[in-house]
């Protein structure tokens, strides 16, 4: 059937000897706050995987002409979807609409035209699997949190993206699946995806993933390169995707995730555990890799923050059974304690003016952003809300405030959960949900903004049996 009135009809034929749908669509747009295209669909109710291979026929249509595989609330234009999404010039994405008449996002594929597609909703999360001719599914990387009342509509989709004209894809090589929960006692297998979201457009894009687990990524000063730590490592990794190349850092082997860059771009701080009372020490070397420098020895202590002229690192650390925001030079020497109220205080990082300091603290029963001068004066609450917000970074050209949400009954900054990130206006104190995913521990850490401020990078986490 048709949806949201294209101005040319469309269709479906099935050939029963090659089993496949050729679906014809017309239709301006999938996207925006609602859509335009042939459905060819049934009920469905449960978990569920719908896999096809996609192939376009003809040549020269819109680039931004759409194949999908598709789940919606319903057959209304405006309504909540996702889809698995092959364009014309072979862009892949993983699209949605959290609510009816909402604002459409994406997770873009870091690959190009694949011939075969999956979708997968499992829960209250959907995901996408890709493969080129002749290879496996794999994850495309990425999912996102869409709840669907049942039973909900899944099918096969096509917009031609120009409303004067008919756009005809064949799938072939279907599989509707429902999908049941794991066996008892089965361990489902964890994916880590690197990825960037847009500030702007709050559109994500996958960068990287494994089945091993990653942690908390820095952009690097000139934009080229994202960081992050895995198995007790440092990886480097160009942004716009690649092979991770691990970073010498010599006898620190087990550094956790609570690493950065400095200002210059020429050093890595590290936080590592390597020494025999496994707790975590500060030091700093050459960005390409080389022989740590100890800069904090006293134990355990998190670096979070480099200040903006480079003299300067903010870190957490416990000392006499508190956790508290400490300062010390770059070259070492005494440290300075900025804050005493009792509770967790933690996750500094400085302006870019480097006259404040915002972190995370639980003095008032929750963990709420707070904000305070370099030296520890006029601490002052900074977000007063029903979460409970960890981890804030503000963006290098100062507007923008990002920091991690976990839901109100969560206690601490575990992994695996149902989280938000947020940004907040610093011109007004306005707060918007940036990206709903599943993760906490690891997605966000440290500092991770571009340095041009329109990208944040971040780890999402999935499970699959």
Same mark, same amino acid.
């Given at each position: 059937?048709?949806?949201?009135?294209?101005?040319?009809?469309?269709?479906?034929?099935?050939?029963?000897?090659?089993?496949?749908?050729?679906?014809?669509?017309?239709?301006?747009?999938?996207?925006?706050?609602?859509?335009?295209?042939?459905?060819?669909?049934?009920?469905?109710?449960?978990?569920?995987?719908?896999?096809?291979?996609?192939?376009?026929?003809?040549?020269?249509?819109?680039?931004?002409?759409?194949?999908?595989?598709?789940?919606?609330?319903?057959?209304?234009?405006?309504?909540?979807?996702?889809?698995?999404?092959?364009?014309?010039?072979?862009?892949?994405?993983?699209?949605?609409?959290?609510?009816?008449?909402?604002?459409?996002?994406?997770?873009?594929?870091?690959?190009?035209?694949?011939?075969?597609?999956?979708?997968?909703?499992?829960?209250?999360?959907?995901?996408?699997?890709?493969?080129?001719?002749?290879?496996?599914?794999?994850?495309?990387?990425?999912?996102?949190?869409?709840?669907?009342?049942?039973?909900?509509?899944?099918?096969? !989709?096509?917009?031609?993206?120009?409303?004067?004209?008919?756009?005809?894809?064949?799938?072939?090589?279907?599989?509707?699946?429902?999908?049941?929960?794991?066996?008892?006692?089965?361990?489902?297998?964890?994916?880590?995806?690197?990825?960037?979201?847009?500030?702007?457009?709050?559109?994500?894009?996958?960068?990287?993933?494994?089945?091993?687990?990653?942690?908390?990524?820095?952009?690097?000063?000139?934009?080229?390169?994202?960081?992050?730590?895995?198995?007790?490592?440092?990886?480097?990794?160009?942004?716009?995707?690649?092979?991770?190349?691990?970073?010498?850092?010599?006898?620190?082997?087990?550094?956790?995730?609570?690493?950065?860059?400095?200002?210059?771009?020429?050093?890595?701080?590290?936080?590592?555990?390597?020494?025999?009372?496994?707790?975590?020490?500060?030091?700093?070397?050459?960005?390409?890799?080389?022989?740590?420098?100890?800069?904090?020895?006293?134990?355990?202590?998190?670096?979070?923050?480099?200040?903006?002229?480079?003299?300067?690192?903010?870190?957490?650390?416990?000392?006499?059974?508190?956790?508290?925001?400490?300062?010390?030079?770059?070259?070492?020497?005494?440290?300075?304690?900025?804050?005493?109220?009792?509770?967790?205080?933690?996750?500094?990082?400085?302006?870019?003016?480097?006259?404040?300091?915002?972190?995370?603290?639980?003095?008032? !029963?929750?963990?709420?952003?707070?904000?305070?001068?370099?030296?520890?004066?006029?601490?002052?609450?900074?977000?007063?809300?029903?979460?409970?917000?960890?981890?804030?970074?503000?963006?290098?050209? !100062?507007?923008?405030?990002?920091?991690?949400?976990?839901?109100?009954?969560?206690?601490?900054?575990?992994?695996?959960?149902?989280?938000?990130?947020?940004?907040?206006?610093?011109?007004? !104190?306005?707060?918007?949900?940036?990206?709903?995913?599943?993760?906490?521990?690891?997605?966000?850490?440290?500092?991770?903004?571009?340095?041009?401020?329109?990208?944040?990078?971040?780890?999402?986490?999935?499970?699959?049996?």
């Amino acid at each position: 059937m048709d949806i949201g009135g294209p101005k040319r009809a469309g269709a479906v034929a099935f050939d029963p000897s090659g089993q496949s749908y050729a679906v014809s669509g017309g239709g301006r747009n999938m996207w925006f706050t609602n859509d335009a295209l042939h459905f060819v669909w049934k009920k469905f109710s449960g978990d569920v995987s719908l896999a096809a291979d996609i192939v376009f026929r003809g040549s020269g249509g819109d680039p931004h002409r759409k194949a999908c595989l598709l789940v919606r609330q319903s057959l209304e234009p405006e309504s909540a979807y996702a889809d698995a999404a092959l364009h014309g010039d072979g862009l892949t994405s993983l699209q949605y609409r959290e609510a009816w008449g909402g604002p459409t996002r994406e997770i873009q594929a870091n690959a190009k035209g694949p011939l075969r597609l999956r979708l997968e909703k499992r829960g209250k999360y959907v995901s996408m699997s890709i493969a080129p001719a002749g290879e496996a599914l794999r994850p495309a990387g990425g999912s996102f949190r869409l709840v669907l009342e049942e039973p909900f509509y899944i099918g096969l !989709g096509v917009c031609a993206h120009n409303d004067d004209k008919l756009e005809t894809a064949v799938f072939s090589n279907l599989e509707l699946i429902p999908l049941h929960a794991a066996a008892a006692g089965a361990k489902p297998q964890l994916i880590s995806t690197l990825e960037t979201v847009a500030i702007a457009s709050k559109d994500r894009r996958a960068t990287w993933w494994t089945t091993n687990l990653i942690e908390a990524p820095n952009w690097s000063r000139d934009g080229a390169s994202l960081y992050f730590n895995s198995r007790g490592r440092i990886y480097r990794i160009p942004q716009a995707g690649g092979e991770p190349q691990v970073i010498d850092t010599g006898f620190a082997m087990r550094n956790n995730n609570d690493h950065g860059i400095s200002p210059d771009g020429a050093q890595l701080v590290i936080s590592d555990q390597s020494q025999a009372d496994r707790k975590s020490r500060i030091y700093t070397l050459p960005i390409g890799g080389g022989t740590p420098r100890s800069v904090v020895e006293a134990t355990p202590s998190y670096w979070h923050s480099w200040s903006p002229d480079g003299r300067t690192l903010a870190y957490c650390a416990e000392r006499d059974g508190e956790y508290d925001i400490y300062t010390v030079s770059v070259n070492g020497g005494a440290e300075t304690r900025l804050t005493m109220a009792k509770g967790l205080d933690d996750g500094p990082d400085y302006s870019p003016d480097g006259k404040y300091i915002y972190f995370n603290s639980d003095r008032t !029963g929750r963990m709420h952003i707070w904000r305070m001068k370099a030296d520890g004066s006029e601490q002052e609450q900074v977000t007063k809300d029903d979460w409970n917000n960890w981890f804030p970074h503000p963006s290098p050209d !100062g507007r923008w405030l990002v920091f991690l949400s976990y839901e109100p009954d969560v206690k601490g900054h575990p992994e695996n959960k149902d989280v938000l990130l947020r940004l907040m206006s610093l011109a007004d !104190g306005k707060v918007d949900v940036l990206a709903k995913l599943f993760g906490g521990q690891g997605t966000i850490n440290v500092p991770s903004w571009s340095p041009d401020s329109r990208k944040l990078a971040f780890v999402s986490y999935q499970f699959a049996p």
